[in-house]
């Protein structure tokens, strides 16, 4: 390869960056645009990255199912099953069933806050103790 040619690639590199970044400018300012006139800015760039989606009814089906699924799991825990229980039992993953349990900086640490499924009669799940990381459990990281 000649400096030349490595030069042509550097320069043609740097000239795409430099369109790029006009281009990435004059999104923002369209955004900026519709927001001024009253549009959700979030749903506009949810549906622009669903139509680049070539399969995109198929993945709107999959996320419904997820999140239905998701709900369940999460009201299992709620109820007292652990994160890897509730997970097995409905097919997702069991960090996607910690994301979706909901947290308060208040609430118990290691305990799920209060959730919409929760049922009034349920049995708030045990805290963790250090006789559960003695036996190989783990404790939660504390908030800070």
């Known amino acids: 390869m000649t400096d030349n040619s490595l030069k042509s690639i550097v320069d043609r590199i740097e000239r795409l960056e430099a369109q790029q970044k006009v281009a ?10 519709a927001g001024a006139a009253g549009f959700n ?9 669903q139509r680049r989606e070539k399969d995109w009814a198929q993945i709107a089906a999959d996320m ?11 009201n299992d825990v709620a109820q007292g099953s652990t994160l ?19 947290r308060e900086e208040n609430s118990q640490e290691g305990q799920p ?3 919409p499924f929760q049922m009034a009669e349920a049995e708030p799940a045990s805290p963790i103790t250090n006789s559960t990381a003695d036996k190989g459990g ?3 990281r504390s908030p800070g």
Do not use: N
Request: hydrophobic share 40%.
């Open 64 to 74: 419904h199912d997820y999140q239905f699924r998701l709900g369940m799991a999460v």
């Open 113 to 115: 806050a209060e959730t």
């Open 41 to 49: 800015v979030k749903a506009l760039r949810k549906i622009i990255a």
């Open 84 to 102: 890897r229980q509730a997970a097995e039992r409905h097919g997702v993953s069991k960090s996607a069933v910690h994301r979706g349990v909901p």
């Open 24 to 33: 990435l400018a004059d999104k923002r300012r369209i955004y900026t645009e």
């Open 138 to 140: 783990f404790l939660p």
